[in-house]
């Protein structure tokens, strides 16, 4: 079956890095998403991978390993308007995406 | 641009009773989606459509049917509205499908509780 596995909740200091994993098992794979979903709100693209290596945007950056599996969003110097939750979606080779349950992100001063 | 709206953004139903869930972006996108988000679990695809007057059943379409007459607006309909629907609604738009590695641009979400 088809899986998106990332951790339930992380809790970090605002000032910061961390780092949310994310493995995934689609059927095929065409790349890979990244959305942040502030409470009561809809999520908002973050990233998209489709090669391995790093994708830097600002404070944040994505990783890509297709032969592991594995995709990681990486927070620098983290502010406490970076407290949500962060969507990790693989696209499968049907081009549907599957989504994780989310990582819930919590800052503390 | 107002983006991706919805309406209602809450709404309490009996069970049994029926609604609509409007969509609407003023985008001029072409695909439309209606995702469910319960907790602990990723969002799923409920219905979506890749055009005006198409529609496609998602991962878990069964209670739900979606019409796309114009395209920037999108339906979702609850015919008899059953507890296990109680859910967080998202629709979502985007320029063009998947297969283009479209990014989606989502609605602020209608919480609907079924009693």
């Known amino acids: 079956g088809q899986n998106i596995d990332q951790p339930t909740e992380m809790t970090a200091t605002e000032g910061a890095i961390v780092q949310i994993n994310c493995t995934y098992q689609?059927?095929?794979?065409?790349?890979l998403f990244w959305y942040q979903q502030h409470a009561g709100e809809a999520p908002t693209f973050l990233s998209y991978?489709?090669l391995d290596g790093l994708e830097e945007k600002g404070r944040f950056s994505s990783f890509l390993s297709r032969s592991k599996g594995y995709s990681y969003l990486l927070l620098k110097e983290l502010q406490m308007k970076d407290s949500a939750s962060y969507l990790c979606?693989?696209?499968?080779?049907?081009?549907?995406?599957?989504w994780g349950a989310g990582t819930k992100l919590i800052i503390k001063p | 641009n107002a983006g991706v709206t919805q309406t209602p953004k809450f709404r309490v139903l009996k069970t049994g009773q029926s609604m609509t869930l409007l969509c609407a972006q003023d985008?001029?996108?072409?695909?439309m989606y209606w995702y469910r988000q319960d907790p602990g679990m990723g969002l799923r695809l409920i219905h979506y459509s890749v055009g005006e007057g198409t529609t496609a059943k998602g991962e878990v379409p069964d209670g739900y049917n979606v019409s796309r007459l114009k395209k920037q607006n999108f339906l979702l309909g609850l015919e008899s509205a059953a507890p296990s629907q109680t859910s967080v609604y998202f629709c979502a738009s985007s320029p063009l499908g998947p297969d283009r590695m479209e990014t989606q641009y989502f609605g602020p979400g209608t919480r609907l509780l079924v009693l």
């Open positions: 689609t059927s095929g794979f065409n790349g």
């Open positions: 991978n489709v």
């Open positions: 979606a693989g696209l499968d080779s049907n081009y549907q995406l599957i």
């Open positions: 985008m001029n996108h072409e695909y």
